[in-house]
């Protein structure tokens, strides 16, 4: 698995890839996990894009704006204030 952030002026972007079994998109089926990630990256108004297919892996890459307003409540530049090495 190989997971990178990529900062421009406005948006940081995830990406998660991966070798592994990949999954059918074209099924349409969604499970409470990616739902719960749908929802949180609607709230934060992200995009949210999966290609994946079985026996080539999976890539998901989710973006975020960096100047948002969640609540009624500014979040100016939060995601550049909070990141830390893990």
């Known amino acids: 698995i190989v997971v990178s952030f990529e900062f421009t002026k406005k948006t940081l972007i995830l990406n998660v890839v991966d070798d592994g079994v990949g999954f059918e998109s074209s099924k349409g089926k969604k ?7 749908i929802s949180r990256v609607k709230k934060l108004k992200g995009t ?16 975020f704006p960096l100047d948002i307003e969640i609540d009624g409540h500014p979040k100016t530049n939060v995601l550049r204030k909070t990141t830390q090495e893990v």
């Open 48 to 63: 949210l894009e999966i290609d994946s297919e079985q026996k080539r892996g999976t890539k998901v890459q989710i973006s």
């Open 31 to 37: 499970g409470i996990g990616l739902k719960n990630v």
